[in-house]
């Protein structure tokens, strides 16, 4: 897993500030215009725009994610639940 570091703003669903993401996939490649991401504080799933602005995703992008996508987020939540009272300090 890789993490790149990229402007700090904030999470549209909560407000969280977030500066970084990582890779859920063993490539390493950094986050391009309409990758998925999750919030490390909510969860929930946001969608980079141009410049890597962080957005809500449309219901008819998430509607249309396929499986391999769904398990992915699934996996990601999994992990951030688990270290939730780490991500919470960032
Ligand atoms: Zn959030």
């Given at each position: 897993m890789s993490v790149h570091l990229h402007k700090a703003q904030r999470?549209?669903?909560?407000g969280h500030r977030l500066n970084a993401s990582s890779n859920a996939?063993?490539?390493p490649a950094a986050p391009v215009e309409g990758d998925y991401t999750l919030c490390v504080r909510c969860h929930e799933v946001l969608v980079f725009g141009p410049e890597l602005q962080l957005r809500v995703p449309k219901l008819v992008e998430l509607e249309r994610l396929d499986p391999e996508t769904l398990k992915d987020i699934a996996t990601a939540r999994a992990v951030l639940r688990s270290v939730r009272g780490d991500a919470d300090g960032c």
């Open positions: 999470c549209p669903h909560c996939a063993s490539d």
